[in-house]
């Protein structure tokens, strides 16, 4: 009995201090995590529709990001980290948010704002052009640019699933939704964000032709069914929804244990 409470207080004792290393180093330099939300509103909406986040739970987590001295970075910083260009450090977060839906101007933006924390918003072209499906118009959107923390990126022209597109409308939903958004914010779109993390090589290829520089899909286990292998245009995210309001939760995710787990599974 005494040998099996030694070997419990053991694992007790490593497991504390595994972390509580874990908490204040994770995510080591190198492996930025990026979080993927979309839709923020009310608590009611929250526990309705699992993709929406209330604002009171992305305000607990913008606040712990900023407190407990996690690093949120800039698509671009990603971007030089990723190729190379940019010294990485422990503790950077990306925050993205998909398809640009009138919620993150109302609900998000206020929150960002008052941390001084950056993100990126993946806007759909056909959406924004005709302030269509809940999306922000042209003039919000821009609104957002100007504020200096928001960078505007594509999701496509209409969101459709890409691989079960034909090879015309493939091109013109990533070459499409490129064209359209320089030409209403008049800046280069050079990031592209699958739509529902839907891939495959022919869709990676039509990215790489549009001339974006990175694209992002989803989890690993999605990515994994689809053949294609981490990388540039590839780069996996870590979807946040009303799951993560608990902020162990919340940690366990952005911390890269999640998907390192996950990755394992897949």
């Known amino acids: 009995m005494k040998r099996f409470t030694k070997i ?40 309705e529709e699992k993709n929406v986040v209330s604002a009171e739970s992305l305000e607990r987590q913008m606040a712990f990001l900023k407190h407990f001295g996690f690093r949120v970075i800039t698509l671009q910083e990603f971007y030089d980290m990723r190729m190379g260009k940019r010294k990485p450090r422990s503790r950077e977060i990306l925050l993205t948010f998909d398809d640009g839906d009138y919620s993150f101007d109302q609900k998000a933006m206020p929150i960002l704002k008052k941390y001084g924390l950056p993100a990126t918003i993946f806007v759909i072209s056909e959406n924004v052009k005709n302030a269509s499906q809940g999306s922000m118009n042209q003039p919000t959107i821009q609104k957002l640019r100007e504020s200096g923390l928001i960078t505007v990126e594509s999701h496509s022209k209409t969101h459709p699933l890409l691989s079960q597109t034909s090879p015309e409308q493939l091109k013109d939903e990533v070459e499409g939704s490129k064209r359209d958004l320089e030409a209403m914010f008049g800046v280069p779109m050079r990031f592209f964000a699958y739509p529902s993390g839907d891939l495959n090589e022919q869709v990676v290829e039509a990215v790489k032709a549009a001339g974006y520089d990175m694209a992002f899909a989803t989890g690993p286990k999605r990515l994994k069914k689809t053949g294609v292998p981490r990388g540039q245009y590839s780069e996996i995210r870590m979807k946040i929804t009303r799951t993560s309001d608990l902020l162990v939760v919340y940690w366990f995710k952005l911390s890269g244990l999640y998907n390192l787990f996950r990755g394992f599974r897949a």
């Open 8 to 47: 419990l207080w053991g694992v007790v004792v490593a497991a504390t201090l595994f972390f509580g290393a874990s908490f204040f180093l994770l995510p080591l330099p190198g492996h930025a995590t990026v979080l993927l939300y979309h839709f923020i509103d009310t608590p009611q909406r929250s526990s």
